[in-house]
């Protein structure tokens, strides 16, 4: 029997963290602090952060196969180099929005750039509808919209077979597929996996694990759930001491590890200090599973 074992590693109070990612090469893990305008980087073996300031909201970091990162930030698809704190434009969307902002993004099997687009909000989960798309960044550094009328684009990932998407727009409540082609990069037929329970509130951030099943961050839910895809059905959910758990990812030792990100944005005094560790970055170990690495960018 494992037993699992909660942790802050980071008490960074970030405003929302989102888009962790595992980087292998550096023993880190790599995630953003959305409207705090920053990319993070936690040493699993120094236990410390180092943080680039960005001069938009940067809402996810992905790695990329030539080294370094890539970022969205603002409406924008970006270059990073960490070393020289460099922010390069690679290309914009959603032009005709000047109130959009890039929200969480991932890359697929075969290296490119996902992200959805959403209007910025006036305070969480409150904003103008269904301004956002969902766009891929591919290696030649062109830009794919899948589609249009997303309110907070959110958690996305692919099976383990490649044949399916998995899709969050938040507001539906619910987790999607859609059939993937791998070859063409083109999803179609989508459906609904999984509806969220009241309690567990707004589907954000999610990450599959090696045995096919997904792993949701539920935004004011103060949780992971684990759900079967196939079934359509909810198997595990693991509670976390604060409520605005936005995202997780495997990592460490064999992607045994979980990390999980969390917000502390639209939360007053009395509820802060109920949760002081709200918008820290959480370990959880003992899970039994684990995930998969990351796919860098192939641009
Ligand atoms: O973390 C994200 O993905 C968004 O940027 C957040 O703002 C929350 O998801 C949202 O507030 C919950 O609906
Ligand atoms: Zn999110």
Same mark, same amino acid.
């Given at each position: 029997?494992?037993?699992?074992?909660? $942790?802050?590693?980071?008490?960074?109070?970030?405003?929302?963290? $989102?888009? &962790?990612?595992?980087?292998?090469?550096?023993?880190?893990?790599?995630?953003?602090?959305?409207?705090?305008?920053? !990319?993070?980087?936690?040493?699993?073996?120094?236990?410390?952060?180092?943080?680039?300031?960005?001069?938009? &909201?940067?809402?996810?970091?992905?790695? =990329?196969?030539?080294?370094?990162?890539?970022?969205?930030?603002?409406? =924008?698809?970006?270059?990073?180099?960490?070393?020289?704190?460099?922010?390069?434009?690679?290309?914009?969307?959603?032009?005709?929005? &000047?109130?959009?902002?890039?929200?969480?993004?991932?890359?697929?099997?075969?290296? =490119?750039?996902?992200?959805?687009?959403?209007?910025?909000?006036?305070?969480?989960?409150? #904003?103008?509808?269904?301004?956002?798309?969902?766009?891929?960044?591919?290696?030649?550094?062109?830009?794919?919209?899948?589609?249009?009328?997303?309110?907070?684009?959110?958690?996305?990932?692919?099976?383990?077979?490649?044949?399916?998407?998995?899709?969050?727009?938040?507001?539906?409540?619910?987790?999607?597929?859609?059939?993937?082609?791998?070859?063409?990069?083109?999803?179609?037929?989508?459906?609904?996996?999984?509806?969220?329970?009241?309690?567990?509130?707004?589907?954000?951030?999610?990450?599959?694990?090696?045995?096919?099943?997904?792993?949701?961050?539920?935004?004011?839910?103060?949780? !992971?759930?684990? #759900?079967?895809?196939?079934?359509?059905? =909810?198997?595990?959910?693991?509670?976390?001491?604060?409520?605005?758990?936005?995202?997780?990812?495997?990592?460490?030792?064999?992607?045994?590890?979980?990390?999980?990100?969390?917000?502390?944005?639209?939360?007053?005094?009395?509820?802060?200090?109920?949760?002081?560790?709200?918008?820290?970055?959480?370990?959880?170990?003992?899970?039994?599973?684990?995930?998969?690495?990351?796919?860098?960018?192939?641009?």
């Amino acid at each position: 029997m494992s037993s699992i074992k909660i $942790e802050c590693v980071a008490n960074e109070n970030h405003k929302i963290g $989102e888009s &962790p990612v595992w980087n292998e090469k550096e023993n880190s893990l790599l995630y953003v602090d959305i409207t705090g305008k920053k !990319v993070c980087k936690w040493n699993s073996l120094t236990k410390q952060v180092q943080a680039i300031s960005v001069d938009a &909201p940067v809402s996810s970091v992905a790695l =990329r196969k030539s080294g370094d990162y890539v970022i969205t930030l603002g409406t =924008r698809f970006a270059a990073l180099k960490w070393k020289d704190q460099l922010v390069t434009t690679i290309t914009q969307v959603d032009k005709d929005k &000047p109130n959009n902002r890039f929200n969480d993004g991932k890359v697929d099997p075969a290296g =490119r750039y996902f992200a959805g687009t959403m209007a910025e909000e006036i305070r969480p989960a409150v #904003l103008e509808r269904h301004q956002g798309s969902l766009y891929a960044l591919l290696a030649d550094l062109s830009v794919v919209k899948h589609f249009d009328h997303v309110d907070i684009s959110n958690g996305l990932d692919w099976s383990l077979d490649h044949k399916t998407f998995f899709y969050i727009d938040s507001l539906s409540y619910s987790v999607d597929a859609f059939d993937y082609d791998l070859q063409t990069g083109k999803i179609g037929n989508r459906r609904s996996i999984y509806k969220l329970e009241k309690d567990e509130s707004i589907p954000d951030g999610m990450c599959i694990d090696t045995e096919g099943k997904l792993w949701v961050a539920c935004y004011d839910g103060g949780r !992971v759930i684990r #759900l079967d895809p196939e079934a359509g059905k =909810r198997i595990q959910t693991v509670k976390l001491p604060v409520d605005k758990t936005t995202s997780c990812c495997f990592g460490g030792k064999d992607y045994s590890e979980m990390y999980v990100t969390s917000a502390s944005e639209g939360m007053d005094k009395d509820w802060l200090s109920r949760q002081p560790q709200a918008g820290g970055i959480f370990k959880i170990t003992g899970l039994g599973v684990k995930g998969i690495p990351p796919y860098p960018f192939a641009g």
